[in-house]
């Protein structure tokens, strides 16, 4: 997280492509890595169209978007860098159709609410009473994007005043269930995110939401369970464990033969099949295509043959 966003000049993707080319219809899209700055053009059958790549959004294990700055304002650029790829192509989200004209295919421009949004899931203290400072900002996730402004928690610390320092900043693993899950929703989209506001991602599209996924397992309740939200499986102090048997202890706190507080067994919550690698079968990996990524699905269930439990994108 900490490499979620870069200036565009820092971005190793970047340093490391200086020139980028993609081709889609009539329209050669190029980012360029030169000295003055990085610049994304598009160059159609009889125009041109350019504007200044400001920044570089994604820390690059999948890919990376690039927001563009032109005449005061935000564009999302339309093409994308994808590393399986190791090139670029059509960002996700935005449309395959061939553009009309090199004004529209630069990218979609971004409102006052979609920018604010934007940039404060992938920069630290971007937004001050409302209003966007990209430039005063700190590039990527740092303590305070999760915990607050931290100036008096540090002080109270180095003071020995404990108290004071802990109450002094938010801590996420004092949440709810229900809070806990929308918190990290927050960037990685909850289920009012999809639901309301993006009902075109209802299904398929909806992999790489990871909080709205874990929210329609059926043994996430009304409540929530402690045991299965995003933080119970993921430290995010830590580098993600892709080791699948990791989580296996994770799984079996909730799916054992021990008998549970009444004295009763639980064997109906057990796995027929095994205690090993439970997530390969009932949170298993789908190709996106629109991202040439894979995703792990967080809708834990039995997946099936046949029925309504069972789709692959």
Known sequence: MFQAGVRAGESEILQKHKQLNFQDGSFLYSLTDAPQGVTYSVTGAEDKNAAAVAWAFGMGKLGQTYVLEKDGAYFEGRVSFFTSLNALDITPGQSTAIPEGVEKALGNRLDDDSSRRCFSCHMTAVVTSGVLEPEKAKPGVHCEACHGPGATHVAAMQTRQF??????????????????????????????????????????????????????????????????????????????????????????????LKPNPKGRMAAKMTCKTGTSICVSCHMPKYVMKRTHSQFTDHYIRVVRTKGPNNWVP
């Open 163 to 256: 108290e004071k320092g802990i109450a002094a900043i938010v801590n996420p693993a004092d949440l709810s269930p229900i809070d806990s899950v929308d918190f990290c929703g927050a960037c990685h989209r909850t289920w009012a995110d999809v639901e309301v506001d993006m009902p075109a991602d209802i299904g398929t599209a909806s992999l790489r939401f990871q909080p709205y996924r874990l929210e329609e397992s059926g043994c996430w309740g009304k409540g929530g369970d402690p045991r299965i939200t995003c933080i119970a499986c993921h430290n995010p102090h830590q580098p993600l464990v892709t080791e699948l048997s990791a989580y296996d202890s994770k799984c079996l706190a909730c799916h054992s």
